[in-house]
Each structure stands twice: as structure tokens, then as C-alpha cells.
């Protein structure tokens, strides 16, 4: 029997098989549609949850300024600015919830130059909680993660490895 205490790390199990299932089901309701219809579905495709809405959503993270606006983020952001957004490719700006901690992500000037595609409960006022972000090339989705080839850690945000203190090494793979 499966026992969940309700801790992060459980949600975060639970988050990531519910993500490992329902990608690939949108993945392939989407190749499914008639051609005139990808390119709006590939936009924004939501589903209705409990109590929250499943976005998947492709387009660019961007630094938010105190008023919640964003500035141009491809190279830097300000030192100051610790919030990101999204920008869709059909030019609507979302927030991700101030109490995200995936948005780390972000902080990489990689991870902000490529083109995203994002899953994300969609919560009131247009506010995104992470699921999974991943990396679009040439049409192709790609996972994105940060990995210490000593201690074969996987992290989903930069920075140190909590194991031997070496820079986790960023990394994308095909999906």
C-alpha cells in the first residue's frame, strides 16, 4: 500500500506522474486535429482540474518589474528582479504565483532564450504554478533539467548540488 504524508516531495511525485501522463495524451489529441487548428491549439491548450485549470503553453519567460511588467530579460535581468513571467506566443502575459519555486529556472539566461513550452496549473488573474517547462527546437519538445554527473543528481533548478557543492551542469533532452 502507498502511503502520501502530503509533504512537497509527495506533490511533486504525484505532480510528475500526473505530467508524465497527460503530456503525451495532449501530445497526441494534437496531432489528431486538422492542421488549420494546430497552430491556435499550440497557443494554449487547457484542461478543467480540480479546483484548477492545466495549462500547456508555449512562448518565452520574461523578467517582471516591481509593477508586474515585463522587461527585456534574453541577456539579464536586474539583480533586483526576482519574479518571472510568460509570454505566450499569442502575446498574453502570465505571472507565475510569487510562492513558485520552480521558477528558479529562470534565473539561467539559457533557459530564457529558448522558446518554452510550459505546463502549469492556471490559477485566478492569469497566475501560473509549474509543472514542467521544456525546451522547443525544431518543432520537437525537450526536457530541461540540471544534473551533477559525481553524484548523478537531477535538479529542475540551477545551482549547487546538495550532495558534493559542485554547479550542477545544465542539460536538455529529447522527449
Known sequence: MIHFTGS??????????????LVPLLTILLFQMPPSSKAAALAS???????HTLAV???????????????ESLFGCAESISRFGFASKDGRLYKFLPSDTMTAVFTDTRVR????????????????????VQSVKEGKLYDIFYYCEVCSITAYTPGLCPCCRNEL???????
Open 8 to 21: 512537497r516531495a509527495d506533490r511533486f511525485r504525484i505532480e510528475a506522474a500526473v505530467s508524465r501522463f
Open 45 to 51: 491548450i487547457s484542461l478543467q482540474g480540480d479546483g
Open 57 to 71: 503553453i508555449r512562448g518565452r519567460a520574461v523578467c517582471l518589474d516591481a509593477a508586474g511588467g515585463a522587461v
Open 113 to 132: 532564450q529558448r522558446e518554452l513550452q510550459v505546463t502549469a496549473r492556471l490559477h485566478a488573474g492569469d497566475q501560473l504554478e509549474i509543472i514542467k
Open 169 to 175: 551542469e545544465f542539460r536538455e533532452k529529447p522527449q
